[in-house]
């Protein structure tokens, strides 16, 4: 395969993608979040308190929010297969077919490094954490959680690790462009989230961007996002269900809430656990480093 090779054609004009990006990060998002906006219009109207939430439960919240996600992640398939002339399979990797297993591996391989990591550092620093564990509200949290999760991080990863990725590599030829001008886009575009503002710009802005890096970095070396599909899911899948905190983008009934947040802290533990994530996968997948010099 020949993930982003797959856009040297002539379907590249650069308007295409203002669109694609345009309907992608506020058209779709705006259409899938009407449900939401009908309950707090209806609630309000009924009289369920001045914003229309009060009553809702962070699970009915949570569905409401991430399906709109749902809608954007469909919408966009379809509008680059419309303008593009390519399929879901081949943005993913550049084929016709996408690599389940590699998507599984990669959740699978950071569930365990998140389990291990928040393990220990529970056991090290038990106050930082309060047990909230409610079965009647958490088991329809997992429900909630696997099924929309997914198409709210395989969202990000078709449009940045995938579609702009490729767009750029057709325009400069260049491997290293396509992973860090999405990345810096993929941090920046959670620049007004919460903990943003709760812990500030310079604090929290490099895990993600950091983020953004590792993702692209993989999915650039393995020819294909399904890793990095994975990677993102298994990541937001954890905090959702087993660490959530009042700063958190999604509020949930997760198992543990997070009392005292410590970015700097996080953000070094990401990079020990992607470190040695990344450092399995290169044994597991035989990664050669020395693309990222080359042209395409």
């Known amino acids: 395969m020949k993930f982003l090779e797959r856009s040297f054609d002539q379907m590249n004009q650069w308007w295409k993608y203002v669109i694609v990006c345009a309907c992608s990060l506020l058209l779709w ?11 707090v219009f209806l609630r309000s109207y009924m009289g369920g308190g001045a914003d229309g939430m009060d009553g809702l439960s962070k699970n009915q919240i949570l569905t409401l929010v991430l399906f709109s996600t749902v809608v954007t992640l469909v919408l966009t398939v379809w509008i680059v297969k419309v303008l593009h002339r390519r399929s879901f399979a081949e943005v993913v990797n550049g084929g016709q077919k996408v690599r389940i297993g590699r998507c599984l591996t990669g959740a699978g391989v950071w569930l365990a490094a998140m389990s291990v990591v928040y393990a220990a550092d529970y056991v090290v620093n038990t106050a930082d954490y309060v047990l909230q564990f409610d079965p009647s509200r958490f088991i329809p949290l997992v429900f909630i959680t696997l099924v929309f999760i997914p ?7 078709y449009l940045f690790r995938g579609y702009l990725a490729q767009g750029l590599a057709a325009w400069t030829g260049r491997r290293w462009v396509a992973l860090v001008v999405p990345s810096l886009i993929f941090g920046l575009m959670h620049a007004f989230n919460p903990e943003v503002s709760e812990f500030g710009f310079w604090a929290t802005m490099p895990q993600y961007i950091y983020f953004g890096l590792f993702f692209g970095l993989v999915s650039i070396l393995d020819d294909g996002i399904e890793l990095s599909m994975g990677l993102h899911a298994a990541n937001n899948i954890f905090l959702s269900l087993f660490a959530t905190s009042k700063s958190s983008v999604l509020q949930t009934d997760a198992v543990l809430e997070v009392v005292n947040i410590n970015p700097a802290r996080d953000t070094a533990l990401l990079i020990i656990m992607s470190l040695v994530v990344g450092a399995f996968f290169a044994l597991r997948y035989k990664w050669n480093f020395s693309l990222l010099l080359k042209r395409l």
């Open 29 to 39: 998002p705006a259409i899938g979040s009407i449900p939401l906006a009908l309950t």
């Open 151 to 157: 198409f709210q991080t395989t969202s990000e990863e």
